[in-house]
């Protein structure tokens, strides 16, 4: 192969894995699936589970003077219908926060 060419398959590699980054982090939702399925290591429940919207922080106690940071860091909070389970635990809900254009999410905690 010619230089060129490796340059440019190299280039078209580069671009092909920051367009699929940005795809799974355009919505909450596969911001989300996409948490589950690579950071948590549970690629069936990523895929199969529902989300749903929650008021996490204004339904638990505990956690209702995090809601000004919610609303700071323009975040949400989402909870799994079908969680995975590790050690007898659900891993059910998760805050999502926006950044620019992308989403990011992070476990929270369960019930």
Same mark, same amino acid.
């Given at each position: +192969?010619?230089?060129?060419?490796?340059?440019?398959?190299?280039?078209?590699?580069?671009?092909?894995?920051?367009?699929?980054?940005?795809? &799974?982090?355009?919505? @909450?939702?596969?911001?989300?699936r996409? =948490?589950? &399925?690579?950071? +948590?290591? $549970?690629?069936?429940?990523?895929?199969?589970?529902?989300?749903? #919207?929650? #008021?996490?922080?204004? !339904?638990h106690?505990?956690?209702? #003077? +995090?809601?000004?940071? +919610?609303?700071?860091? $323009?975040?949400?909070?989402?909870?799994?219908?079908?969680? @995975?389970?590790?050690?007898?635990?659900?891993?059910?809900? =998760?805050?999502?926060?926006?950044?620019?254009?992308? =989403?990011?999410? !992070?476990?929270?905690? =369960? #019930?």
């Amino acid at each position: +192969m010619n230089k060129k060419r490796k340059i440019f398959i190299g280039s078209l590699t580069m671009l092909l894995i920051a367009a699929l980054y940005i795809l &799974f982090h355009i919505t @909450p939702n596969l911001a989300l699936r996409t =948490y589950v &399925f690579f950071s +948590m290591g $549970h690629p069936v429940s990523a895929v199969i589970t529902g989300i749903r #919207d929650t #008021d996490y922080y204004t !339904d638990h106690v505990i956690y209702k #003077d +995090m809601k000004e940071m +919610m609303v700071k860091e $323009h975040a949400k909070a989402y909870t799994l219908t079908k969680p @995975p389970k590790e050690e007898n635990v659900e891993l059910s809900n =998760y805050v999502v926060k926006k950044a620019g254009f992308l =989403y990011f999410a !992070d476990y929270i905690g =369960y #019930d």
